[in-house]
């Protein structure tokens, strides 16, 4: 892929995926606009594919230890306060991948930054499937935990700086859907390997998860560079290749690297130095603090909602409202993880055309009743096949309306809200504020669930849930179809930033399109 000069002063462009475009061409009108539509649609796609294979990784490892710390529990003899450190730990260190992938990925760019992930995490997965005491076991958890946080981090971060606007929602919650699957691929081995002997059919389960990494592998090798991030390093002629290959209009390639520019500071790397960043990150202006709660806010709402208590402890949950048997405890959580994954394809489908906030009033409203049936059924039904049977549904419907709104919006709004000199750091802080959350939950659940019972700490999510909502309405603006330099306009502006609010009528609106 390469810029040349000819003899009038033009530029030939090379597409990466071996369009050529001649000047002579486009004014002949003999190049097919709907053809070249097509191809940078499907380069964009790819590009969002191949940067989205790391959340594999991650949402396998979630799935998996839900069935997995049944046997290592039998086989290693560890108690209920090392189970939960165990299953918790993981998010608690990953902060340190989210703090340390921020400023990797200024230094050595976005897909090298992924590259770095997947060896970290692949390592872990590697000694916690030879481990052979609790000791082993939590060092390969850390190593884990690190690459986990690198990779959930970056990896939205890199699809929404490649991304057009009109498709960045949708392209952005991709990760979301690579999670989900990991997690469904995780229950299915779950299912698949509980018969094998106790002491290896753990280690089958955690050790399949490393063989997506010959995939990520070779995905660094295809995928370009984030434009804006090319910016940054003043390699203007690298960005506006990479922005030919996912802008379809050669007109619009040079606008938005003009803005581009002008976000980054006319190109200058140097000019914003980490220093400088940070110290508009803890002295923030009216603005950079609307953008850090709204981005804070949603990543810690989207744990503190209790989501990792129905995938890490799904089997405990079902255990509690009577299934006993443990091949159907499994079979139970791979329902959730079908149902996980399934709503998390209806998000994409609908993000960039009813908008962000319609959705999280949906996902947020439907998981606060959801949650409180649940306590109701497992304090009032245990033991009883009705009691089972609303034990799944409402489990399944609280993964359901997870999946189709903050779990990818998420993710969508904290890569979307900053500007570029702080995105990389930003997007780090608001990691940090999601793995500490999930860490907690995952590591008190169990004991909480003693003290209270686990109908009365579904209770609690419930009103945590509810407060969600009023989270969404007061301080979640409407982001949909605007560039990433207009949305840091909206935050300039408290009452554009309160402008943004979607009233819940919107929300009946979009259920009677559906």
Same mark, same amino acid.
């Given at each position: ?18 369009v050529?475009?001649?000047?002579e061409d ?5 190049? @097919?606009?709907?053809q070249?539509?097509?191809n940078?649609?499907?380069? &964009? ?19 998996? $230890? ?8 039998d086989?290693?003899?560890? /108690? ?11 998010? =608690?260190?990953?902060l ?7 400023? /990797? ?5 976005r ?6 992930? +997947? ?13 052979p ?9 850390? %190593? ?5 946080g690198?990779? #959930?981090? =970056?990896a939205?971060v890199?699809? *929404?700086?490649i991304?057009?606007?009109?498709a ?26 509980s ?9 089958? $389960? ?7 990494? !010959? %995939?990520?592998? *070779? ?11 090319? #910016? ?5 002629? @690298? ?13 619009? #390639? ?6 581009i520019?002008?976000? !980054? ?10 220093k ?15 953008m ?18 129905t ?16 091949t ?6 791979? !329902? ?11 998000a ?13 009033y949906?996902?947020?409203i ?9 306590g109701?059924?497992? /304090? ?8 089972i049977? $609303?034990?799944?549904?409402? #489990?399944?419907?609280? &993964?359901?309306?997870?999946?189709v ?18 995105? +990389?750091?930003?997007? +780090? ?13 995952? $590591?008190?659940?169990?004991s ?8 009365? /700490?579904? %209770?609690?999510?419930s ?39 979607v ?12």
């Open positions: 892929m390469e810029i040349q000069e000819n003899g009038k002063g033009g530029n030939k462009y090379r597409r990466m995926d071996s050529i475009i001649h000047e486009l004014a002949n009108g003999d190049f @097919d606009q709907q070249r539509r097509n940078t649609k499907r380069y &964009v796609i790819a590009c969002a594919v191949f940067a989205s294979l790391n959340s594999v990784l991650l949402g396998y490892d979630v799935g998996v $230890m839900s069935g997995a710390i049944i046997f290592i529990k086989d290693l003899k560890i /108690t209920e306060g090392q189970e939960e450190v165990l299953v918790g730990i993981l998010s =608690i260190i990953s340190l991948g989210s703090l340390i992938g921020g400023k /990797t990925s200024d230094a050595i760019g897909k090298w930054t992924m590259a770095l992930a +997947a060896l970290v995490f692949q390592t872990g997965a590697a000694i916690m499937a030879l481990a005491s609790f000791k082993v076991l939590m060092l390969g958890r850390l %190593f884990a935990g690190v690459g986990i690198f990779g #959930v981090m =970056i939205p890199y699809i *929404c700086e991304a057009p606007a009109v960045r929602g949708s392209l952005t919650s991709f990760p979301e859907i690579f999670i989900n699957l990991g997690i469904l691929l995780g229950y299915v081995s779950n299912y698949v390997f018969e094998l002997p106790v002491h290896i059919n753990w280690r089958v $389960m955690i050790a399949v998860g490393i063989l997506p990494s !010959a %995939f990520i592998g *070779c995905a660094v090798f295809f995928i370009p560079e984030s434009p804006r991030w090319l #910016v940054m390093k003043n390699r203007i002629d @690298d960005a506006r290749l990479v922005l030919l290959n996912t802008i379809e209009n050669e007109r619009e #390639v040079e606008e938005r690297l003009a803005e520019q002008k976000a !980054a500071g006319h190109g200058n790397a140097e000019q914003y130095e980490v400088a960043v940070w110290r508009e990150l803890l002295h923030p202006s009216p603005g950079v603090l609307r850090l709660i709204t981005g804070c806010g949603i990543q810690c709402f989207q744990q503190i909602t209790g989501i990792d208590t995938v890490y402890y799904s089997p405990i949950i079902f255990q509690t409202a009577g299934i006993s048997n443990k159907k405890l499994l079979a139970a959580t791979v !329902a959730v993880g079908f149902t996980k994954t399934t709503f998390i394809l209806v994409i489908l609908v993000i960039d055309r009813k908008g962000r906030k319609p959705l999280l949906v996902s947020t439907g998981m606060t009743v959801c949650l409180f049936t649940l109701l059924t497992l /304090t009032f039904l245990e033991n009883s096949k009705f009691g049977a $609303m034990a799944i549904v409402t #489990v399944c419907g609280n &993964v359901a309306f997870f999946s709104g903050i779990g990818p919006i998420c993710w969508v709004m904290t890569s979307e809200i900053f500007p570029l000199r702080l995105r +990389a750091q930003a997007s +780090a802080i608001g990691s940090v504020g999601n793995r500490v959350s999930s860490g907690v939950v995952a $590591m008190t659940f169990l909480i669930s003693e003290t209270i019972t686990m109908g009365g /700490t579904f %209770f609690g999510f009103a945590i849930s509810a407060l969600a909502v009023a989270f969404v309405y007061k301080c979640v603006p409407e982001t949909k179809g605007k560039t990433l330099e207009e949305i840091e306009m909206l935050f300039q502006n408290e009452e554009q930033w309160r402008g943004g609010v009233e819940l009528e919107d929300v009946e609106l979009l259920v009677q399109n559906q």
